[in-house]
Protein backbone atom coordinates (compact mmCIF):
# COMPACT_ATOMS: atom_id res chain seq x y z
CA UNK A 1 0.00 0.00 0.00
CA UNK A 2 1.34 3.40 -1.23
CA UNK A 3 2.30 6.09 1.60
CA UNK A 4 -0.02 9.37 2.54
CA UNK A 5 2.48 12.20 1.27
CA UNK A 6 -0.77 14.36 -0.20
CA UNK A 7 -4.12 15.88 0.64
CA UNK A 8 -7.04 14.80 -1.03
CA UNK A 9 -8.14 16.62 -4.36
CA UNK A 10 -9.71 16.82 -7.18
CA UNK A 11 -8.43 15.58 -10.79
CA UNK A 12 -9.33 16.24 -14.23
CA UNK A 13 -9.02 12.81 -15.75
CA UNK A 14 -9.69 12.94 -19.90
CA UNK A 15 -11.19 10.46 -21.94
CA UNK A 16 -12.24 9.92 -25.07
CA UNK A 17 -16.22 12.15 -25.46
CA UNK A 18 -18.66 9.60 -25.26
CA UNK A 19 -16.66 6.92 -23.16
CA UNK A 20 -16.28 8.59 -19.77
CA UNK A 21 -19.15 6.10 -18.00
CA UNK A 22 -17.40 2.93 -18.74
CA UNK A 23 -13.75 4.44 -18.17
CA UNK A 24 -14.99 5.89 -14.73
CA UNK A 25 -17.05 1.99 -14.54
CA UNK A 26 -13.26 0.55 -15.28
CA UNK A 27 -11.34 2.48 -12.55
CA UNK A 28 -13.93 2.12 -10.18
CA UNK A 29 -13.46 -1.25 -10.86
CA UNK A 30 -9.32 -0.93 -10.42
CA UNK A 31 -9.53 0.61 -7.05
CA UNK A 32 -11.83 -2.02 -5.87
CA UNK A 33 -9.52 -4.76 -7.10
CA UNK A 34 -6.27 -3.23 -6.06
CA UNK A 35 -7.74 -2.20 -3.04
CA UNK A 36 -7.26 1.80 -3.54
CA UNK A 37 -9.92 2.96 -1.83
CA UNK A 38 -8.07 4.50 0.90
CA UNK A 39 -6.35 7.00 -2.00
CA UNK A 40 -8.98 7.21 -4.75
CA UNK A 41 -12.57 8.30 -3.75
CA UNK A 42 -14.80 9.73 -5.65
CA UNK A 43 -15.43 9.37 -9.69
CA UNK A 44 -17.97 11.73 -11.18
CA UNK A 45 -18.85 12.09 -14.66
CA UNK A 46 -21.02 15.16 -14.93
CA UNK A 47 -24.44 14.34 -16.54
CA UNK A 48 -27.56 15.94 -15.94
CA UNK A 49 -31.06 15.51 -17.29
CA UNK A 50 -32.53 17.54 -19.48
CA UNK A 51 -35.91 17.13 -21.18
CA UNK A 52 -36.06 15.49 -24.73
CA UNK A 53 -36.85 17.54 -27.48
CA UNK A 54 -39.16 16.39 -30.60
CA UNK A 55 -39.83 18.62 -33.04
CA UNK A 56 -38.48 21.76 -30.68
CA UNK A 57 -41.19 20.77 -27.69
CA UNK A 58 -40.13 18.74 -24.92
CA UNK A 59 -40.83 15.42 -24.33
CA UNK A 60 -42.34 13.92 -21.19
CA UNK A 61 -39.26 11.81 -20.76
CA UNK A 62 -35.82 13.33 -19.97
CA UNK A 63 -32.05 12.09 -21.20
CA UNK A 64 -28.95 12.22 -19.75
CA UNK A 65 -26.12 15.30 -21.23
CA UNK A 66 -22.65 15.73 -20.23
CA UNK A 67 -21.59 18.96 -19.05
CA UNK A 68 -17.98 17.48 -19.70
CA UNK A 69 -17.99 15.93 -22.76
CA UNK A 70 -14.00 13.70 -22.49
CA UNK A 71 -13.70 14.58 -19.16
CA UNK A 72 -14.25 12.74 -15.37
CA UNK A 73 -13.69 14.10 -12.14
CA UNK A 74 -11.48 12.24 -9.68
CA UNK A 75 -10.72 12.52 -6.26
CA UNK A 76 -8.14 11.15 -4.86
CA UNK A 77 -4.42 11.37 -2.72
CA UNK A 78 -1.62 11.71 -5.26
CA UNK A 79 0.60 9.49 -4.67
CA UNK A 80 2.81 7.38 -6.92
CA UNK A 81 0.85 3.95 -6.88
CA UNK A 82 -2.90 6.12 -7.16
CA UNK A 83 -1.27 8.45 -9.98
CA UNK A 84 -0.45 4.64 -11.82
CA UNK A 85 -3.89 3.74 -11.36
CA UNK A 86 -5.57 5.97 -12.94
CA UNK A 87 -3.54 7.55 -15.40
CA UNK A 88 -2.98 3.59 -17.25
CA UNK A 89 -7.01 3.13 -16.24
CA UNK A 90 -8.45 1.84 -19.37
CA UNK A 91 -10.01 4.71 -21.30
CA UNK A 92 -7.80 7.09 -19.70
CA UNK A 93 -6.14 9.06 -22.31
CA UNK A 94 -4.31 12.10 -19.74
CA UNK A 95 -4.71 13.55 -16.68
CA UNK A 96 -5.50 17.51 -16.99
CA UNK A 97 -2.03 19.26 -15.42
CA UNK A 98 0.78 16.95 -15.71
CA UNK A 99 3.32 18.02 -18.27
CA UNK A 100 4.70 14.64 -19.04
CA UNK A 101 8.54 13.48 -18.02
CA UNK A 102 6.63 12.17 -15.15
CA UNK A 103 5.64 15.21 -13.94
CA UNK A 104 2.29 14.36 -11.29
CA UNK A 105 -0.49 16.73 -12.31
CA UNK A 106 -1.53 19.57 -10.47
CA UNK A 107 -5.32 19.39 -8.42
CA UNK A 108 -8.03 22.00 -9.47
CA UNK A 109 -8.64 24.27 -7.33
CA UNK A 110 -11.34 23.84 -4.77
CA UNK A 111 -13.84 26.85 -6.14
CA UNK A 112 -13.89 25.11 -10.04
CA UNK A 113 -14.58 21.71 -8.77
CA UNK A 114 -17.37 23.69 -6.47
CA UNK A 115 -19.29 24.47 -9.34
CA UNK A 116 -19.16 20.90 -11.37
CA UNK A 117 -20.01 19.07 -8.56
CA UNK A 118 -23.07 21.52 -7.31
CA UNK A 119 -24.58 21.25 -11.21
CA UNK A 120 -24.82 17.85 -10.40
CA UNK A 121 -26.46 17.79 -7.36
CA UNK A 122 -23.70 16.84 -5.06
CA UNK A 123 -22.63 19.07 -2.19
CA UNK A 124 -19.65 18.76 0.48
CA UNK A 125 -19.82 20.18 3.83
CA UNK A 126 -16.36 21.73 3.23
CA UNK A 127 -18.26 23.95 0.19
CA UNK A 128 -20.03 25.75 3.11
CA UNK A 129 -17.48 27.26 4.81
CA UNK A 130 -16.66 29.67 1.60
CA UNK A 131 -19.75 31.48 1.99
CA UNK A 132 -21.19 33.68 4.31
CA UNK A 133 -24.29 36.26 4.74
CA UNK A 134 -23.47 39.58 2.41
CA UNK A 135 -21.41 37.82 -0.27
CA UNK A 136 -22.17 37.96 -3.69
CA UNK A 137 -23.69 35.06 -5.42
CA UNK A 138 -24.91 34.26 -9.13
CA UNK A 139 -27.66 31.65 -9.91
CA UNK A 140 -26.36 28.47 -11.90
CA UNK A 141 -29.47 26.44 -12.14
CA UNK A 142 -33.22 26.91 -12.11
CA UNK A 143 -35.47 30.20 -13.73
CA UNK A 144 -33.40 32.34 -12.23
CA UNK A 145 -30.05 31.14 -13.67
CA UNK A 146 -27.20 33.47 -14.56
CA UNK A 147 -29.12 36.01 -12.41
CA UNK A 148 -26.46 37.41 -9.89
CA UNK A 149 -27.47 38.75 -5.94
CA UNK A 150 -26.19 38.74 -1.97
CA UNK A 151 -26.94 36.22 0.45
CA UNK A 152 -29.41 37.13 2.81
CA UNK A 153 -29.52 34.47 5.02
CA UNK A 154 -28.13 30.90 4.73
CA UNK A 155 -28.93 27.72 6.31
CA UNK A 156 -26.08 25.05 6.68
CA UNK A 157 -27.85 22.49 7.98
CA UNK A 158 -30.39 22.14 5.73
CA UNK A 159 -28.85 23.76 2.69
CA UNK A 160 -31.62 26.73 2.46
CA UNK A 161 -30.34 29.86 1.34
CA UNK A 162 -32.09 33.75 0.68
CA UNK A 163 -30.47 36.20 -2.17
CA UNK A 164 -31.71 39.33 -2.81
CA UNK A 165 -31.91 40.31 -6.34
CA UNK A 166 -32.88 42.49 -8.40
CA UNK A 167 -35.82 42.58 -11.07
CA UNK A 168 -37.56 44.43 -12.88
CA UNK A 169 -35.70 47.85 -11.21
CA UNK A 170 -36.90 46.60 -7.64
CA UNK A 171 -35.20 44.38 -4.48
CA UNK A 172 -36.57 40.53 -4.19
CA UNK A 173 -35.48 38.02 -2.17
CA UNK A 174 -35.82 34.25 -3.71
CA UNK A 175 -35.51 31.14 -1.72
CA UNK A 176 -32.67 28.52 -3.21
CA UNK A 177 -31.20 25.38 -2.81
CA UNK A 178 -26.86 25.81 -1.76
CA UNK A 179 -26.63 23.87 -5.13
CA UNK A 180 -27.91 26.53 -7.34
CA UNK A 181 -25.37 28.86 -6.30
CA UNK A 182 -21.99 30.04 -6.90
CA UNK A 183 -19.59 32.93 -5.55
CA UNK A 184 -18.93 35.46 -7.70
CA UNK A 185 -15.43 36.60 -7.54
Known amino acids: MPEQVAEKAWYIVTTQSTAETKTAENLRRRIESMKMQDFIFRIVVAEVEVDELKDGQPEP ?22 WYIVRNT ?36 SMYSRYN ?18 IVSLDKTTGAVQIETIFFGRANTVDLDFEDIQKVK
Open 90 to 125: PGVTGIVGSSGGGQKPNPIRSDEIESVLKRVGMVDE
Open 133 to 150: VGDRVKIIKGAFEGIEGK
Open 61 to 82: KKKKRNLYPGYIFVEMIMTDQS
